[in-house]
């Protein structure tokens, strides 16, 4: 009972979710920036943008996500969060903009590329345009291995897709190959699970999943995110973001 407590609290100081249930979210009318990190602990210069991310937690402002790859693993070091679907991103990323340049570490904030030290300002610039998509967003556990999903999206946006992502807090890992050799890293809001994308037909999609969780995750440090997208441009029209969702 505390623990649904405590998470009430927090959700109710960072996001309008008034009668709302446990660990569940609806977006607002002013959109919520999605930054993303594409980073490698085979990455010498990424640690500390791993950092600068890790000071963000979602709320009405900000939704972070660190998305691992893993094309920097032939230098000796395998990442153990990397995932090939997520340098299929970046480069899909990339090649909207009319860009050919992967690397990391890489911001996105909404869909574009931005540099670290223009971030907190493009987040700025990002809550003071009118969210062209509806979010809502339920996330229960379901029994002790399972996390149990129910994300609705809305949006008059042709070519419009929802994402449903897993992430992880409080990870660390002693790097003992690589640019990174003999250090400790520590990684926030590590992309665990992705879904999507999930075409809105109509102007909706409704998504209901049962998502199987490793028995070493740390339930209380999941946190669950939803973003809305247009496929054809690559804007992010609205994102929504709960912790302490697994537990």
């Not at 649904?4 to 009668?19: K, N, Q, Y």
């Not at 709302?20 to 609806?26: K, N, R």
């Not at 670290?116 to 967003?137: C, F, H, T, W, Y």
């Amino acid at each position: 009972m505390q623990f649904f407590r405590s998470l009430i609290a927090v959700l109710a100081a960072a996001i309008p979710t008034t009668g709302m249930p446990a660990c569940a979210v609806q977006s607002g009318p002013g959109t919520t920036a999605l930054v993303e990190l594409y980073t490698s602990e085979g990455c010498s210069s990424c640690p500390p943008a791993d950092m600068q991310l890790g000071e963000l937690h979602p709320d009405a402002q900000v939704v972070p996500l660190a998305l691992h790859v893993g094309y920097w693993d032939s230098l000796g070091w395998r990442d153990p969060y990397a995932q090939d679907t997520f340098a299929r991103r970046q480069n899909w990323l990339v090649q909207l903009a009319g860009r050919r340049t992967v690397y990391t570490p890489q911001f996105f904030v909404g869909g574009d590329e931005v540099r670290a030290s223009a971030m907190a300002d493009e987040v700025r610039k990002r809550n003071g345009q009118p969210a062209q998509a509806r979010i809502r967003l339920h996330a229960r556990a379901a029994g002790g291995d399972a996390l149990a999903i129910d994300a609705t999206a809305r949006s008059n946006m042709d070519g419009a897709a929802l994402y449903v992502a897993v992430a992880e807090n409080g990870l660390g890992t002693q790097v003992r190959a690589g640019e990174n050799e003999g250090r400790r890293l520590g990684h926030e809001h590590v992309v665990r699970i992705w879904l999507g994308p999930f075409e809105l037909h109509d102007g909706r999609v409704e998504l209901r999943r049962n998502l199987p969780l490793a028995a070493d995750w740390q339930r209380a440090r999941l946190e669950v995110i939803a973003f809305v997208q247009d496929q054809r441009g690559g804007r992010v029209l609205q994102a929504v973001g709960a912790g302490q969702c697994g537990s």
